[in-house]
């Protein structure tokens, strides 16, 4: 009886001395209570793995400084066993990078109570592990892991964006808005349009003094014409 109460002891402890600890690590003022529940970060044993079902979970930001974490993550038994996670990053307000991290546990003893921690960024397209048949495979760039693993923002698109407005108007996009994008050609436009309008709004509301102008038009051109 009692070796067998050793014996799930020590299985207690393996399955639950693996962590891994992460920081969203992109400046307090963009960390706010709605960041906290719109960010999360999964979890998935990948490889081989003791369990019939391997580990899944998901995790989110603890507090404004961006921390996150897993515990009680199942290890492979035996020395020198190696466990596999990929931890993928979700979020409804930033473009996060590394997307996707490999997580490489290595066991130093039997039980996996004392380990080693790899973490490598798992870029989409590319395999988990290489294949045998490559001669030379391309390997993974290795992440920090100590004290926790950083996570970031993607320099050129940091921020999500929904929605994209596609019919922006004549006068905000295409050869139109090209026209009219400094304040010259806007000055321009508007007495073009204003010396078009002027004949016929003179016409309208003062008809005498149209008159008037058209026929002291004509009489210039008759004189331009005339033969002497």
């Known amino acids: 009886m009692l070796h067998f109460l050793v ?7 393996s399955i639950s001395a693996a962590s891994i600890r992460g ?5 307090l003022s963009n960390i706010t209570g709605a960041t906290l529940s719109r960010t999360h970060f999964r979890l998935n044993q990948i490889g081989n793995y003791s369990n019939e079902v391997g580990y899944t979970a998901t995790s989110h930001l ?23 996670f990929v931890l993928a990053l979700g979020s409804l307000d930033f473009n996060l990078k590394p997307n996707r991290i490999l997580c490489e546990f ?8 004392e380990y080693q921690f790899n973490a490598y960024k798992n870029i989409f397209g590319k395999e988990f592990f290489p294949s045998p048949d490559i ?31 596609q019919n ?12 009219l994008d400094t304040t010259w050609k806007q000055a321009i436009a508007v007495t073009f349009v204003a010396l078009l309008a002027l004949p016929v709004l003179l016409e309208k509301f003062d008809p005498e003094t149209a008159q008037a102008i058209k026929e002291e038009k004509l009489k210039k051109q008759r004189e331009k014409y005339q033969i002497e």
């Open 7 to 13: 014996f799930v002891c020590l299985q207690l402890i």
């Open 23 to 27: 920081r969203l690590d992109i400046g």
């Open 62 to 84: 603890k507090n404004t400084l961006g921390d996150f974490e897993f515990q009680d993550m199942p290890l492979n038994h035996g020395t020198n066993e190696t466990t596999y």
């Open 106 to 113: 290595i066991n130093i003893d039997e039980n996996g109570t």
């Open 135 to 165: 001669t030379f495979p391309e390997k993974l760039e290795s992440v920090e892991t100590e004290p926790f693993i950083p996570i970031s923002l993607v320099n050129r698109a940091p921020l999500r964006l929904y929605y994209q407005q």
């Open 168 to 179: 922006k108007g004549l006068f905000t996009g295409g050869p139109f808005a090209r026209l």
